[in-house]
């Protein structure tokens, strides 16, 4: 469950860059020099910019072994933003540095079922 007092998180998706050129930007700290806009625009690409509309968040395993976190909005269906993880910790961990700011606005509790 997401606390409504939490940070609030933005998405960035990437047009007409290659994921190859990203991930160099972070690996390379590039984000130092120049701001994430700008490098994809210097690169032909276009960056948008998309509030998370998330109340909560889900977990699942998925088929190929590993995590699936999802965003769940206030109706209880997904945003169609998620991340994929390899394990449990990972996705653990993943969540809470991105959803849990300021520390202690995100709090998890098991639920079995179907998604």
Do not use: C
Request: overall charge negative.
């Amino acid at each position: 469950m997401l606390d409504p007092a939490r940070v609030p998180l933005t998405h960035h998706r990437v047009e007409g860059a290659p994921d190859d050129l990203l991930v160099a930007y972070y690996e390379e700290e590039r984000f130092e020099e120049v701001e994430l806009a700008a490098f994809v625009a210097q690169h032909g690409g276009v960056l948008h910019e998309i509030p998370s509309r998330a109340a909560s968040l889900a977990m699942i395993r998925t088929p190929e072994g590993g995590y699936a976190v999802l965003e769940i909005d206030a109706d209880g269906r997904p945003t169609g933003f998620e991340t994929r993880h390899e394990t449990l910790d990972e996705a653990l961990r993943a969540s809470a540095l991105v959803y849990g700011h300021p520390v202690g606005t995100l709090a998890w509790k098991e639920v079995f079922g179907d998604r």
